[in-house]
């Protein structure tokens, strides 16, 4: 492989065989042993340097495995696999082949205000961008370099590792993703869209059985990737709300009432907490979305925060024009619950 695909990615679906799909996890599990035994943590008070001392070939560590381009990028920069080094933010930049295509901004900036306070803990994944020298292809750290950019931090802590960038490597995140439980069906709507655009699957069925799914699941995901954006943005704060069948099911009230009604919606199923049957009741005609009993110009949030407590969301924050706030909040205990009553009546006093 030349090492332009690397940079690149693939313009046609690879030829994968079970040998470099083993190749690559067995870089990957090679990594992650490194990063376990021989990465040391950086010493309070002092920075990882940016540029790390040049080995010798003969000193440089080998395996069977290693990528040419890899090798050849190490050598040259004097680099030990698995070795925390510090990078420009200016110099990341995101995959083309990212798993991941929605952040919520809340969340991200919950992350900066703790990068703030405590630094960064855990070093980011990068790969070389082989046709442009010193800059970094993001593998897996997406939410951290964009909390850091939002903490107006200047570089991250990264472990620059051997991978392709193509399938192969969104194969390898979206696995690591789904056993992390973050991967969303609104981030796959979108990114199997664009596989599919750009001619990297034949078919939706190609692509299911690429990636060992059932050809449904598939289905399912490029029909809400016709939502608008500025809907899935609404439902993706909300994970734990609309997940792919909630989310079908919002596509076909999209596709025949448009997106207003279907933003009404969408409050509607957070407000009065509606499954999805009642909700393809209403896509059927069954039931109605009880708009008629709105007011008249019922106004929409101005802004959304969504409160966890021990990392789990139990409710939000909304405001309204420039006097009106509302707190819902779920599933706290009698303590904590009395505890939030007696601030919130001080804070009013």
């Not at 907490?273 to 008249?296: C, F, H, Y």
């Not at 139990?314 to 619950?337: A, I, M, N, P, W």
């Amino acid at each position: 492989m030349k090492p332009s695909q690397f940079a690149k990615g693939f313009q046609a679906r690879p030829d994968t065989t079970s040998s470099e799909k083993r190749t690559a996890l067995d870089r990957l599990n090679a990594i992650d042993g490194l990063v376990r035994n021989d990465a040391k943590p950086a010493v309070a008070g002092r920075a990882i340097p940016a540029v790390v001392p040049r080995l010798q070939e003969a000193e440089a560590p080998e395996s069977a495995n290693e990528s040419a381009a890899y090798r050849a990028w190490r050598l040259e920069h004097g680099y030990r696999p698995g070795q925390v080094i510090e990078l420009a933010l200016k110099n990341i930049k995101p995959s083309p082949f990212n798993p991941r295509y929605f952040y919520v901004k809340s969340s991200i900036a919950e992350l900066a205000v703790n990068l703030a306070k405590q630094g960064q803990q855990q070093a980011i994944h990068v790969i070389p961008d082989y046709d442009n020298p010193g800059n970094y292809f993001v593998s897996d750290g997406g939410r951290r370099v964009r909390a850091l950019k939002e903490a107006n931090k200047e570089s991250v802590k990264a472990i620059v590792i051997d991978l392709p960038i193509g399938i192969q490597s969104y194969k390898l995140g979206y696995d690591l993703n789904v056993q992390r439980d973050s991967q969303t069906v609104f981030d796959n709507a979108v990114v199997w869209r664009r596989f599919l655009d750009d001619r990297h699957f034949q078919s939706q069925k190609e692509l299911a059985e690429h990636l060992g799914l059932d050809e449904s699941t598939v289905a399912v995901a490029l029909s809400i990737a016709k939502l608008p954006e500025t809907i899935m943005q609404e439902m993706v704060a909300r994970p734990d709300r609309f997940g792919s069948n909630m989310a079908y099911q919002v596509g076909r009230y999209h596709a025949a009432r448009g997106t207003d009604a279907t933003l009404r919606l969408i409050n509607r199923i957070l407000a009065d907490d509606l499954s999805t049957r009642q909700v393809a009741d209403i896509v059927k005609g069954r039931a109605t979305a009880q708009e008629s009993t709105k007011p008249a110009g019922r106004q929409r949030y101005a802004q959304r925060l969504e409160i966890k407590l021990s990392g789990v969301s139990v409710g939000d924050l909304k405001s309204y024009g420039d006097d009106r706030l509302e707190l819902r909040l779920k599933g706290l205990t009698r303590e904590k619950r009395d505890d939030i009553l007696r601030q919130i009546e001080k804070m009013l006093k």
